[in-house]
């Protein structure tokens, strides 16, 4: 009997302790959302210069520490928080109030550099040493009355001297309120000492992710694609998360107007020790979330890559898109008479790789790999195919990438024919189309001609089937045989109702 009561009461205090400890939430918890959305791309480059430019970048922040604090008021400067908090947003709270409240509170970024030291120096005494071409003259020491075009000194004996080459300058101490790190100061007031846990929640730029695809291509004739997802996610918020649970957030949430503030930090590459995933949560709202399944160390001028799912076999099909023009109808304009415009051109065919996936896709770069072709030289090296960008994108829905110009393949536009009757306010044109193909596959090419000069047409003519995308856009579809051409012409009408000169 007392072996059984013992051993009940010893798995009773070991589920109990095993409890509270998955139990007690981790001190960072951050929620990080995708850099598309944000601004956030240039928190990605690696740049010597890349802190020129806006931070931007998107997180909520939660932050747990535990203070001992003492009977009456309490002044907490809370330091190692991000940079780029937005103070007006922040929430702190003490998570058991007690007989404790937070009365005030205050965000310090006048972080230490030489400029917001001396100016802060001023009116305090100062000691300058050396200069720049002899670094052992003798001390110059007084009290510090400018720093603007030199440092100006009011001496020991009251004589005022201006020094513009120094070599080091020494303060006597820190001044109040500057400190090496940006700092919240909190105001606490306990009727009673004691440790009490303060829990802040901000959102801050200078995080943000993104995703990063890589697709490897089978060999073959048939199109096959192999594709694997990683999150990639940018510190440069000036404060470092340990042992943090990250979600990542992708979607667009509204922003009111902010400031941007400007970093002068450079990212640095870092590695995991460890290899986290990042699992599908569902949705947030009207947002995907992805959990990491394991707390990561977030460390501040840092990429991190965190694998979103693993290699998936995906069916794809290649297409092949020949566009001479970017023009589109302006109804705000009269009709376009001038026949040369737009009136032929010759150039290369686009190649794409389209295909769908039964999972959402946050928008990010897709790298298109290919394994080459094994010979005596080359024993199926990895080839870089091209890359494209894709925005968020629902799951099962059409995906085409861009890979590059297609090698073998040019396209030819030409006018054949043009008229024009302002009286009667019409126009008609005549395009010649031809399509060649240099490989040995045959290929199917979409020409995509855009109805440029008036906002009311019709296709009077045409030798091949043609699809009406939208209103001023209609697409051919030829099938071009190997080492072949394929050809197709169409005229089209334009008309206007009233007189334009």
Not at 94 to 100: C, I, K, R, S
Not at 196 to 209: D, H, K, S
């Amino acid at each position: 009997m007392r072996r059984t009561t013992y051993a009940t009461f010893l798995l009773t205090v070991l589920c109990t302790n095993v409890q509270a400890q998955t139990s007690t939430p981790p001190r960072y918890a951050l929620s990080i959302y995708s850099a598309q959305a944000n601004n956030g791309d240039g928190l990605f480059d690696t740049a010597a210069d890349a802190g020129a430019n806006p931070v931007g970048g998107y997180a909520m922040v939660r932050d747990r520490r535990a203070f001992n604090l003492v009977a009456g008021n309490n002044a907490i400067d809370v330091r190692e928080v991000a940079r780029y908090l937005d103070p007006s947003a922040l929430s702190a709270r003490l998570v058991e109030p007690g007989e404790a409240a937070i009365i005030g509170q205050r965000f310090d970024d006048s972080t230490l550099s030489f400029d917001t030291l001396v100016q802060h120096q001023i009116g305090h005494p100062v000691e300058i040493v050396g200069s720049s071409n002899n670094p052992t003259t003798a001390p110059i020491v007084g009290i510090l009355l400018s720093n603007s075009g030199g440092l100006t000194v009011q001496l020991v004996d009251g004589r005022v001297t201006t020094v513009t080459d120094y070599g080091r300058v020494t303060f006597p101490d820190l001044p109040k309120g500057l400190s090496a790190s940006p700092t919240l100061r909190l105001d606490v007031a306990a009727k009673q000492a004691g440790m009490r846990t303060i829990e802040l929640v901000y959102p801050t730029q200078g995080l943000a992710w993104r995703a990063e695809y890589t697709g490897w291509i089978g060999a073959g004739s048939e199109c096959k694609l192999t594709l694997s997802g990683w999150a990639l996610i940018a510190n440069r918020s000036g404060a470092t998360y340990r042992d943090a649970q990250i979600k990542l957030i992708a979607g667009s949430p509204n922003h009111a107007n902010r400031s941007i503030a400007r970093s002068k930090t450079m990212v640095m590459a870092a590695q995991a020790e460890r290899a986290p995933t990042a699992e599908e949560n569902g949705t947030l709202g009207d947002y995907h979330e992805y959990a990491i399944d394991m707390p990561l160390d977030i460390v501040d001028n840092s990429l991190q890559r965190v694998a979103l799912f693993p290699e998936q076999p995906v069916a794809c099909q290649r297409q092949y898109l020949f566009e001479t023009t970017p023009m589109r109808a302006n109804p705000g304009m009269a009709p376009i008479t001038d026949r040369a415009y737009g009136a032929s051109d010759t150039q290369a065919i686009r190649a794409a790789l389209a295909f769908r996936i039964d999972r959402a896709l946050p928008g990010g770069r897709v790298r298109l790999l290919q394994t080459s072709a094994t010979n005596a030289a080359n024993e199926g090296n990895p080839e870089f195919v091209g890359e494209d960008q894709v925005a968020h994108t629902p799951k099962n829905e059409p995906i085409a990438l861009q890979i590059g110009d297609a090698f073998d393949l040019r396209g030819e536009r030409r006018q054949t024919d043009f008229s024009v009757d302002k009286n009667q306010h019409n126009l008609s044109e005549t395009f010649a189309l031809r399509i060649v193909n240099a490989s040995g596959g045959a290929k199917s090419v979409v020409v995509r001609e855009h109805l440029y000069r008036w906002t009311q047409w019709n296709i009077t003519q045409s030798s091949a089937k043609f699809e009406k995308k939208n209103a001023d856009t209609v697409e051919f579809k030829l099938d071009v045989p190997a080492n072949g051409e394929a050809k197709a012409t169409y005229t089209v009408q334009y008309q206007w109702t009233e007189s334009y000169k």
